[in-house]
Every structure is written in structure tokens, then in C-alpha cells.
């Protein structure tokens, strides 16, 4: 493994630094898969906050009945 060294001369064992700086230098490749996967979650909490509001009605209604 080879030894890495922060921007002031830090020993950077995990060699953390260079990874992060390897993932800024990226850029913007891949930004369609990363939109389309943050559509996933969004229908998720949609779907979950319609579900809820159908539960509370539906007891809602049969503690009124």
C-alpha cells in the first residue's frame, strides 16, 4: 500500500484524501444515472405518505362509525 500525504505533509494511512480528491476531480459523469436514482426515493416517500393518510382515514372512519 502506498503512503499518502495530506496537503500539509499529514501521513494519510487509509489514503482517504487521495480518494475524496479522485471523486471531486470526477466531475459531473454519470449525472443521469444519480437523477434517475433519487427519483426512487422520492416516489418511495410519496407512495408511503399517501399510504399513511388512507390509514389514519380509514380509522379515522371506524372510530367515527
Known amino acids: 500500500m502506498a503512503n499518502t500525504q495530506g496537503p500539509q505533509g499529514n501521513h ?10 479522485a471523486f471531486v476531480d470526477e466531475g459531473p459523469q454519470g449525472g443521469g444515472r444519480q437523477q434517475a436514482a433519487s427519483s426512487g426515493p422520492r ?6 405518505v ?6 389514519v382515514a ?4 371506524l372510530a367515527l362509525k
Request: proline share 4%; aromatic share 8%; no cysteine.
Open 43 to 48: 416516489i418511495g416517500l410519496i407512495v408511503g
Open 12 to 21: 494519510d494511512p487509509a489514503g482517504s484524501t487521495q480518494m475524496f480528491r
Open 50 to 55: 399517501i399510504a399513511a393518510v388512507v390509514i
Open 58 to 61: 380509514a380509522v379515522a372512519w
